[in-house]
């Protein structure tokens, strides 16, 4: 399977693990990367793990265990690692671009409030696909069809926040004062 960010691991039915803090993400081909460029790639990834969730989420009762499991393994360190990607470079050279009425609108703010619940939410998600993957049986595969569903929607919509309204105006600062 090909996705936007790579091709899918067929044994371990995951993607390859990026590290959003390593140098191959704050360089690019020598250069200082562009931070709306490594934003867009930060929601193709959240994307993959939203698309991941919600064929699991579908394919209730009867996942694939191994996917459970890599799934699992990758949702914590991902969204950590997003997140603080965000909050020390996005955020700070969004609100660098707000006018004085827009800044008062609290939205860097909500969004720090969104990646801690979003956090939390993960940890849990991935102790239930942790337990499927290790053969632990679906008590009710309702309830969990609707916690994956809850998680990968407001990721979805918090994404798509952040492309209406916080994706242009880094994307203004990536071209610079002379665009």
């Known amino acids: 399977m090909q996705s936007e960010g790579g091709d899918l691991n067929k044994e371990t039915q995951h993607w390859p693990t990026r590290s959003w803090t390593s140098a191959a993400f704050s360089r690019q ?9 490594v934003m867009k790639l930060a929601h193709r990834e959240k994307l993959e793990l939203c698309f991941s969730l ?42 660098a671009h707000l006018t004085p009425a827009e800044a008062k ?20 998600v991935a102790e239930t696909l942790l337990a499927i993957g290790h053969g632990d049986p679906i008590e009710s595969a309702e309830a969990v069809g609707f916690m994956l569903r809850g998680f990968f929607e407001g990721l979805r919509r ?3 926040f952040e492309r209406e309204h916080v994706l242009p105006r880094i994307v203004i600062s990536d071209e610079g004062p002379d665009a």
Request: aromatic residues 6%; contains cysteine.
């Open 158 to 160: 918090h994404i798509a």
């Open 29 to 37: 081909a020598g250069t200082e990367a562009i931070p709306g460029e």
């Open 105 to 124: 609108l609290a939205s860097t703010s909500r969004l720090r409030i969104e990646h801690l619940e979003d956090q939390c939410f993960a940890g849990e």
């Open 54 to 95: 919600e064929s699991i989420a579908d394919a209730l009762p009867n996942v694939d265990r191994l996917k459970c499991l890599g799934t699992a393994k990758k949702i914590v360190p991902l969204l950590r690692d997003i997140h603080g990607f965000e909050e020390r470079v996005i955020f700070p050279a969004y609100e």
